[in-house]
C-alpha cells in the first residue's frame, strides 16, 4: 500500500470512525477506496450477481412511474388509489394497465415470506412498541438527517416544504409494519410498502430536474440499505445496549418483518441480510460510508426537533430535552453533524434516566431506584407516539408529481 492511500485510511477512520455510538466499527478503507464487498451468501436470496448496489436502483418500478409522470397519470392514480387501504383488497377498477400489472405482483409476499415469524413478530412489536417506535421515529429520523443523500433528497422533495405532513405520512409505513396484523389480510403493511416504492421510483425521476439537486439518480439500492439498517438494526442494537430482554425467537421474528418490508419496497433480495450478523456486517460498511453532515440535514433536524417539541412537554423545558434525547438516542458524532445544540442539564440526566426507565418497565429494578426524570421521558415518548398515531390517520401517501417549490 503506498503511504498517500495509508494516509487516507487513517484520515477517513477518524473522521467517520466515531459511529461507534450506533456499535458499528470503523470503517477499514477510505470513502473512495471502498468497493462492495458484503457477499450475497448472506442475504434471504443466498447468491446473487454481486453488483454494487451504488448502480442499482429499481428496474421494474422507475421506468413504470416515469412514464405515469410523463403523460400525466399520475393525479388520477393517486385519486383512485386514495381508497386502496387493506392488503386483501383489489385494486381499483380504472388503473393504467401497466400500473396494474406491476401492483399485482409487487403486492406478493415474497415466497420465503413466514406467517409464523411474521406474528411472533407482531407481538414483539406490540409489547416493545415504546422503544421501538422512539428508536424508530426519533432515532432513525436523527440518523436519516446525517446521511446525506437522503437529507438532500428529502429537502428538495416535494415532502421537504412540509415536514409535519412528511413525517405523518413516513410514520404510516412505520405503524403499519408495527400494527398487529401488518402483514394479515386486515393489515395494510402491503398497501403502504408498494404506495412507497411507487413515491421513491417517482422521486428518482422527478428529482433529477430540480435546479438543487447535483447528484446522479437518487435513492440506490445501497441508499435503500442504508436508511433499513437505521430502523431495524439501529433498533435492534439499541435495545441489546439497554439490556431489554428478547428472546431468540422474537429477535429472529423482528429481523424477519423487515426483510419483508425489504422486499416489498424494492430491495432485491440479494442485498436483504438473511441473519442478524449479516446484518451488522452490512451495516458496518454501508453506513459510514453514507453519513455525515449537510446543510439540508441541520435543517431538517432542526424542523423535526421542533415539532417533537411542541407536542411532548409544551413550556420552556420541552426543546432541550427532545435535543438531549436525539442526542442520546443517535450518539454525539451524529448529533454534532445535525446540528443538534448541548443541554448542560439534560445530557447528563437522560443517560441515567432513561436505562432505569427501561429496567423499571421490564421488572428489573423497583421503584425507588428509578429518578423523576425517567417519567418526563415516558411521558415525553408516549404522547409522541400519539400524536403522529393521530397525524397518520389525517393523510395518505400520494405518488409526488413535484418537487419542492421555489
Ligand atoms: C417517501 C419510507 C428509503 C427518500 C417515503 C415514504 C415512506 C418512506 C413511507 C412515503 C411518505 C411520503 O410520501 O412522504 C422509506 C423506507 C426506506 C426509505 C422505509 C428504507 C427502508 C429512502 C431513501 C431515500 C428516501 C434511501 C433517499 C435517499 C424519500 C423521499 C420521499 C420518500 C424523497 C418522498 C417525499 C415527497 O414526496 O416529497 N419513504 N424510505 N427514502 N422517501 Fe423514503
Known sequence: MTEL????????????GALGALGMAPPAQARSLMAWTWASSGSVAGSGAGADPRWVWDEEADPLVASLLDRGAVPEVNRLLWDWNRNDQPLPQGLPEDLRSFMEKARRLPSWADHGKLNTAAEFNKSRGLYLNLLNGVGGGMLATAIPNEARSVYY???GADMEDRVAKTSILGFAVGALNAYRPGGSCVVEAVKTRLVHAAVRHLLQKSPHWTGGI????EDMLVTWHTLPTYAMRKMLEWKVPISAAESEAYLHVWQVTAHMLGIRDEYIPATWDAANAQSDQVLPRNMGPTPEGVK????????LAEQTSPGSISRPLCNALARYLVGDEVADWDGIKREPV???VIPTAWPALVRFREGLVPLPLVPEAAWVLDEAARKYILFYLTKGKETKIEIPTTNRPG
Do not use: E, V
Not at 437518487?218 to 439500492?221: D, H, T
Open 218 to 221: 437518487p435513492i440506490s439500492q
Open 5 to 16: 492511500s495509508r494516509r487516507k485510511m487513517l484520515i477517513s477512520g477518524g473522521a467517520l
Open 300 to 307: 431538517l433536524t432542526d424542523i423535526l426537533l421542533g415539532q
Open 157 to 159: 422533495s416535494k415532502g
Open 346 to 348: 439534560w445530557d447528563r
